[in-house]
């Protein structure tokens, strides 16, 4: 079981920057694959980032090359740090935990709104 919890959603600005982070209840050196979704209303839930154990990073379309994702397995977190942000960009993002032989995991979302 993994109990995952984000924060660092808010209010931007468009061009402005958030970091989200995502807090994981266990060792994540045993979580195979962590990622970063996001769901903005009326729409499918979307990759943004994911990181592997080993290091693996792959990036969804949506908002590649603004985005970037790691993990600090000493502190069981991992980030995604988002730039040039536009109001496309509005939408509840969430933490995703994958450990092979189980459900996916996830976190209750964090609202990020682009907004001047």
């Known amino acids: 079981q993994v109990q995952l919890v984000e924060s660092g959603g808010g209010v931007v600005q468009p061009g402005g920057s958030l970091r989200l982070s995502c807090a994981a209840s266990?060792?994540?050196?045993?979580?195979?694959?962590m990622a970063w979704y996001r769901q903005a209303p009326g729409l499918q839930r979307e990759l943004v980032a994911r990181?592997?154990?080993?290091?693996?990073?792959n990036y969804g379309n949506s908002m590649k090359g603004r985005v970037t994702i790691s993990r600090d397995s000493a502190k069981n977190t991992m980030s995604l740090e988002m730039n040039n942000l536009e109001p496309e960009d509005t939408a509840v993002y969430y933490c995703?935990?994958?450990?092979?032989?189980?459900?996916?995991?996830w976190g209750q979302g964090t609202q990020v709104t682009v907004s001047s």
């Open positions: 995703n935990a994958v450990v092979i032989g189980n459900p996916p995991y």
């Open positions: 266990r060792d994540i050196f045993r979580i195979n694959t």
């Open positions: 990181i592997s154990n080993i290091g693996t990073i």
